[in-house]
């Protein structure tokens, strides 16, 4: 007998409400065929080049791009501009996930990672194709709308080295380094925190964020920010204490951003560098709120991703987050992996719950989430709530709290709907590998 999702049941049974899903991310594709049926539109706004809900946002239609002040959600220019290598590269990565890559495609990649080029459009391309493909994953098989908030350019500039460049004699050199530190982190959250308003002005039920700065990515930056200062190469402890310096300065400075709206639950993915998040750090995964969820990744339910980053205190729950196929502009799809993927599948589900009960306020949300999951040996050391996602479990506990309490409705939830089946697949855990797509995504 064909098993039928309780999600669709539900759905017959009571009226859903479409719930607002925000994608802070690198843009949004609005004319895509998957997006366009689930964009979230401001009735206030026309596309006539005045503000005409008076809310400072002209042209605020389907969101707003605050990487460049307009309206302008994507460039589409640069549809066209890219040659095939991208495209190869990540159906090589797939096919190493599953162990099928050649010697020959291996050996490929293996090239194409030193030519500066290549790795130049792989930026462009990946940044490019982002945000559309995050936005996909939110509203898949569901009434969920999107809103597009862009976040970060196609193409990213460097920005740090005019704010430590020059030696100040007499100083601290540390102090000098920490205060840049925080002026960064000032500087990125002041701009987050305006989107966040701009989610809770418009009354977004759920963001997600899947981009951010882990350990490594952090390291980057402080390196060269030691170099300038210090003029030598920083030693492993040193490397080690500017990064955290910026990470601490990152998650510090990111309270403002979810307090800016209060009423929305703030999906953040964990991070691919396959570290602990609660040894190490990832900025904006590990501000701790409560209506923010952090987001490990899988393969479906089977393992957890070798390149995913964990922790116990950190890292909230896990969901899929490998060879997950999702539009790309242009009307086109491609499978991607990282926990940049993890995290809009749970904001996709978190919005359903909210469908269920408009009433439930984000931490009773995030408490269903990590309340229903299926439960999994490899994920007790790895994730706070030790399981993965439950969807149908999820939704029906959010339909019964309507008339009993939240922990209530958990319960006879977890007793009215089983764990989803595991298909072993011949996927090795052992063989995958990470193969990064850009710093500023997870």
């Known amino acids: 007998m064909k098993r039928i999702s309780a999600?669709?049941?539900?759905?017959?049974?009571?009226?859903v409400q479409a719930a607002t899903i925000a994608v802070i991310d690198s843009g949004l594709d609005y004319k895509h065929e998957l997006i366009t049926p689930n964009l979230w539109t401001n009735g206030n706004e026309t596309m006539d080049r005045r503000?005409?809900?008076g809310n400072g946002y002209q042209d605020d239609v389907h969101g707003w791009n605050f990487a460049e002040q307009n309206g302008n959600l994507i460039d589409y220019s640069y549809l066209g501009t890219f040659?095939?290598?991208p495209k190869k590269f990540f159906d090589i990565q797939g096919k190493k996930f599953l162990n099928r890559a050649t010697e020959e495609e291996l050996a490929w990649v293996k090239a194409k990672l030193q030519d500066k080029k290549f790795v130049a459009e792989m930026g462009r391309f990946g940044n490019f194709i982002h945000g559309t493909h995050v936005a996909g994953i939110t509203i898949q098989d569901s009434k969920n709308e999107v809103m597009g908030l862009k976040l970060i350019p196609t193409e990213v500039k460097p920005f740090f080295d005019r704010m430590v460049s020059g030696n100040k004699n007499n100083v601290d050199r540390w102090v000098l380094l920490e205060k840049a530190f925080a002026a960064l982190a000032t500087q990125q959250m002041n701009l987050l925190t305006e989107i966040g308003r701009f989610v809770a002005s418009h009354k977004g039920d759920v963001a997600n964020g899947s981009f951010g700065t882990g350990f490594n990515q952090a390291k980057m930056i402080t390196d060269a920010a030691f170099r300038l200062l210090f003029f030598r190469k920083p030693k492993p402890e040193e490397s080690n204490r500017a990064a955290k310096l910026l990470i601490d300065s990152l998650i510090k400075q990111g309270e403002g951003f979810v307090a800016a709206s209060p009423e929305t639950l703030f999906v953040f993915a964990a991070g691919n560098d396959g570290m602990s998040n609660d040894s190490f750090g990832a900025s904006p995964a590990n501000i701790r709120a409560d209506n923010v969820i952090s987001v490990g990744a899988t393969y479906k339910n089977e393992f957890f991703a070798p390149f995913s980053n964990y922790g116990v205190n950190m890292v909230d729950i896990a969901a899929p987050g490998m060879l997950v196929?999702?539009?790309?502009p242009g009307n086109d799809?491609?499978?991607v992996s990282g926990t940049s993927q993890a995290a809009p599948y749970v904001?996709?589900?978190?919005?359903?719950i909210k469908d269920m009960n408009p009433k439930l306020r984000p931490a009773q949300i995030k408490k269903i989430l990590m309340g229903t999951v299926d439960k999994k040996d490899f994920l007790v050391e790895k994730v706070s709530a030790k399981g993965i996602v439950n969807t149908d479990r999820a939704v029906l506990a959010a339909q019964l709290s309507n008339s009993i309490a939240v922990d209530e409705a958990i319960a006879r939830s977890l007793i009215q709907v089983k764990d989803v089946p595991t298909v072993r697949s011949d996927v090795d855990p052992s063989v995958v590998a990470p193969m990064a797509l850009t710093p500023m995504f997870q």
Do not use: M, P, Q
């Open 325 to 328: 196929r999702s539009a790309i």
């Open 333 to 335: 799809y491609l499978e």
């Open 347 to 352: 904001a996709n589900v978190a919005a359903k």
């Open 51 to 53: 503000d005409n809900d």
């Open 83 to 85: 040659s095939g290598d």
């Open 7 to 15: 999600v669709l049941i539900l759905a017959s049974l009571f009226e």
